[in-house]
């Protein structure tokens, strides 16, 4: 068990903490500051920002049973035991953090005793910290423990730690009841999109770094909970995975994977990265196909059937076989990069889909074709900064929102990257598992039904040509 270091095999401490109530307290106890959130910040979060806590202390009576199963509604969302949304988190709550005190530039822990234990403090959330210490480490702790002990799961590092959460979950012999335990994502790593993504989606300005850890602090501290779409991959060796972010091939799964020896740097190292890659620009050449969200939503089938060892993908056929024919195909061709995105953000500072948050069971899909200059690419990762790569009108890159995906490498150059972690280059498929786990969020709705979504950029979005479409 996880109060039990020795049982573990690990040598460094495992600490648990009753936060005190008292934040001046709290915060000399913790060797850290007080009060690390200024006026001017609070300013910054704007009307949003008191909504949220308005909601919050109107739900802190309402408390939920940990560890109690959750049902699925028709289309495999999750739902409460009475058939609607989940409760949010009780009041006082305790949770088990999943540090890495290696992720980003090796601050995680610092970060939390100075900016995230004071504010759990103040809100009556106690916590037991256990720092990770190799790859995979909480994949296995997850898959172990017993989750009644926790109201929630909160992973302070970067997405990898997430994707590992996830998948340890998923493996479990209960994973249906497993995954439904409420995550957090503190971020500490070198990317931290999930992270980034959830405070777009809670209102909040961009920002990163200390005031990106402190807002999605304040998410956790607010308790809302809000579902979340999961990606399911399936590989030719036979694989099968789940992504809570992405999956990269070409230039941006080379950019995340070749920059890791620079991840002392932090998130600059995305930035040289992406340079050193410019200089050297590879082509990639393959297949892909998709299934439009809005063919989907014109050819609805039967509801999912449950499958007793592991979520059902309804929309793929097998590898080996051919793509349904209502699918739309591109033609075998040499890409730059193929991006399925499940969030708006790739990396703090990267708003890669200004388009907006996609409907669930739908995933974001970027593709760009081989034939465009360095300069433009270049220019389109600059505006992605602010979200106005789409109004580049690049002919080279392409938009369109899908429920599932296949791409299938044909000279074996590149890799894969999902949520940051590597995966050799093979054909791979995956569809989107709508409203699957639940996550802290200031998103207080569900998000909108399976259906095509007008878009303020809608002009600007780059779509597939007449020939590619059927």
Known sequence: MLGSPIQMGSPRPVYTAKVLSDPATAGNDAGGEGEPHSRHREARLGSTDKELKSGAAAADSVRTVPGTPRQRGPGGEVMDAAGGSRNPLPRPCHVLVLLNPRGGKGKALQLFWSHVQPLLAQADVSFTLMLTERRNHARELVRAEDLRRWDALVVMSGDGLIHEVVNGLMERPDWETAIQKPLCSLPAGSGNAVA???????????????????????????????????????????????????????????????????????????????????????????????LPAETLASRRGPSPARAPQAPADTHVVPLEQPVPPHWTVVPEQDFVLVLALLHSHLASELFTAPMGRCSAGTMHLFYVRAGVSRATLLRLFLAMEKGRHMECHCPHLVYVPVVAFRLEPKDGKGVFAVDGELLISEAVQGQVLPNYFWMVSGYRESPPSLKPQPSPRRKSQQRPPPAERR
Do not use: H
């Open 196 to 290: 980034a993504s959830l405070n777009y989606y809670a209102g909040y300005e961009q920002v990163t770094k200390e005031d990106l850890l402190t807002n999605c602090t304040q998410l956790l501290c607010r308790r809302l909970l809000a579902p979340m779409d999961l990606l399911s991959l399936q590989t030719a060796c036979g694989q099968r995975l789940f992504s809570v972010l992405s999956l990269a091939w070409g230039f941006i799964a080379d950019v995340d994977l070749e920059s890791e020896k620079f991840r002392r740097l932090g998130e600059i190292r995305f930035t040289l990265g992406t340079c050193l890659r410019l200089v050297a620009l590879r082509t990639y050449r393959g297949t892909l196909a998709y």
